[in-house]
């Protein structure tokens, strides 16, 4: 396996509650991994490792190795921005910025500087919410507040900001549940369209939405890694008790 | 039928249960009534001092007129001279360097409180600040007799007549520590508790979803904070401002120890003045045989009172605004 993301012995600690339990594992490259399990198993937590949100807590620690690409992120020289612009996040709740949606998507590219004329940063706007598909609804107005947009839309802008910063992971909460069917739907399908180029982890709780986007499946129970592999042998073959009695529904 | 009608006049065998009930109900309804006076009170206080105020200083507006009153510009009560200018214009110079003075240094304590500090160091922090606002001002007014005045005497205004001297501003014509800028000082200081808590508060309105969203694609703390959270608090922050200048106009005892007390219009930081409070503090009482002093001084505590009123009405209106927005 091409592995783009290992991680090494991780542990997390929240005070004296222990929330992963020596973690090891590799996430392939270019692929859909989806991590599942129960509420409260550590999704989450192991999620915001990958991007260093985990230490925004207080009373968070960390121990043990995340590497992307063969660096430790956790590495004393390593600077965080670097490490958050390659690694994107789509959060639970769409949060645009209290900015118009241009601003929204040209933010994180204003930050890093990536551009130098205003030519070039409009037509990486356009080409960003192209992407996400939400060109053909806002391109007539681009500066109204991206609070005007409804959820779904709000989620895709979001989608759009982070890649904009071109990175090379993204990293997605449970992007679709605070959304409508329809606009999980079309989340779902960008996700889909971009994995050729960006390796993507999800969380989810939704055994279905699993099922249809995952390549490679790791399943988390109370802290620890019960099973990993390619979605496939998962789904059908799991060679976890827990495991299965999680695909069949029982917890 | 009648279970829960605790007032009911038909006698029936459990009348005893029932009258204590009925007892109950009136005590609580007159509690209710009491708590409602009391609350009603300062209302009631505001508008009669306010009325009481422009009663008593009503011979002296109608005999002089407003304008000339308030811009007048000598105040010798024994010609019959009441100009209230230097004295507002005292108190204009006192709060506005206290203000120009702390407000930077409130800004990024409360920034950093609010944003980067750890747990730990905020709860030790926070207590240390409120503390600072529990000092009674006459200490801070001998402190700034004894540690401020001089260092301003000795330090501040040589250094200023050097090298901002030909700042009208800055230039040191009566050189004596006591001024705007000693009073500014310790006026600082004594409202910066007030400010930092209230901008830290205000901060904490800000949805933690949004420092995210920016952090998130690889801004730093900083550029978080400066593109992100600064915009959505700046009202408040204007606000928080005005409230510890509202604050700074009325500080009466700290200020009338260091400033001078000299009634002249100031030109430079480095002047006496004799802001509005200190003149009705110093002088109510004595003297009141000269015609109108009396209400001379009525009239220029009126003009205190309403000023701090505006400040502190319109303030409070932004405030509550931006707090509700965090319950929402």
């Given amino acids: 396996m091409d592995a783009h993301i290992q991680v090494k012995n991780l542990n997390v600690y929240y005070g004296k509650q222990q929330a992963l339990k020596n973690i090891n594992i590799e996430i392939p490259k270019n692929q859909i991994t989806v991590i599942m399990g129960p509420s409260g198993c550590g999704k989450t937590t192991l999620l915001k490792t990958f991007n260093r949100f985990l230490e925004l807590l207080d009373g968070a620690q960390i121990s043990g190795e995340v590497l992307v690409d063969g660096q430790n992120i956790y590495d004393r020289e390593v600077d965080v921005t670097e490490v958050r612009k390659a690694v994107g996040l789509l959060a639970q709740r769409p949060s645009p910025l209290p900015m118009s949606i241009y601003d929204n998507v040209a933010y994180g590219m204003h930050i890093h500087k990536m551009k130098s004329e205003r030519k070039e940063y409009k037509a990486a706007v356009r080409h960003y919410l192209e992407i996400a598909g939400l060109w053909e609804e806002v391109h007539k107005r681009l500066h109204d507040p991206a609070t005007s947009l409804s959820i779904g839309q709000q989620q895709r802008l979001c989608l759009a900001r982070g890649l904009a910063v071109e990175p090379e992971i993204i990293l997605g909460d449970e992007p679709t549940s605070a959304l409508d069917p329809i606009s999980s739907q079309n989340i779902e399908s960008r996700l889909l369209q971009l994995k050729q180029q960006y390796t993507t982890v999800i969380v989810t709780h939704t055994l279905r939405q699993a099922k249809r986007l995952a390549d490679y499946v790791i399943y988390m129970y109370l802290g620890e890694v019960i099973e990993a592999g390619p979605a496939r042998e998962v789904f059908t073959n799991p060679k976890h008790e827990r495991t299965k009695q999680y695909l069949e529904g029982l917890f | ?328």
């Fill in chain 2, 1 to 328: 039928m009648s279970r829960f009608i605790t007032q009911d006049i038909t006698r029936t065998e459990d009348q005893a249960t029932r009258s204590s009930a009925a007892l109950r109900t009136r005590q609580d309804q007159a509690a209710k009534r009491t708590f409602f006076i009391i609350t009603l009170l300062p209302v009631f206080l505001i508008v009669t001092i306010t009325v009481a105020l422009l009663v008593r200083a009503w011979p002296i507006i109608s005999a002089y007129g407003l304008s000339d009153l308030l811009l007048g510009e000598v105040w010798r009560p024994n010609n019959g001279q009441f100009g209230f200018w230097p004295f507002i214009l005292g108190t204009v110079w006192v709060t506005t360097v206290g203000v120009v003075l702390s407000v930077p240094a409130c800004l990024l304590v409360s920034i950093y409180l609010a944003e980067y500090a750890h747990a730990r160091t905020r709860s030790l922090a926070k207590p240390i600040l409120d503390l600072l606002a529990a000092i009674p001002p006459v200490v801070y007014g001998v402190w700034g007799l004894l540690a401020i005045v001089p260092f301003v005497d000795n330090v501040l205004a040589p250094l200023s007549d050097r090298w901002l001297g030909s700042v009208s501003i800055f230039s040191v014509t009566q050189p004596t520590g006591f001024g705007i800028l000693s009073a500014g000082i310790v006026l600082a200081v004594m409202i910066s508790p007030l400010i930092i808590s209230v901008i830290y508060e205000i901060f904490s309105t800000v949805p933690h979803d949004l420092r995210h969203a920016s952090l998130a694609v690889g801004a730093t703390q900083w550029q978080t904070i400066r593109n992100i959270v600064l915009p959505q608090v700046a009202p408040g922050i204007l606000a928080a401002v005005v409230l510890g200048a509202s604050r700074a106009l009325g500080e009466t005892i700290a200020v009338l120890m260091v400033v001078g007390n000299v009634p002249n219009v100031p030109t430079s930081v480095f002047d006496s003045a004799y802001p509005l409070p200190a003149l009705i503090a110093n002088n109510y009482g004595e003297m009141m045989s000269i015609p109108l002093y009396d209400a001379a001084l009525l009239g220029a505590a009126l003009v205190l009172l309403v000023v701090i009123l505006i400040f502190n009405i319109l303030s409070t209106l932004v405030l509550q605004r931006m707090l509700r927005r965090k319950w929402a």
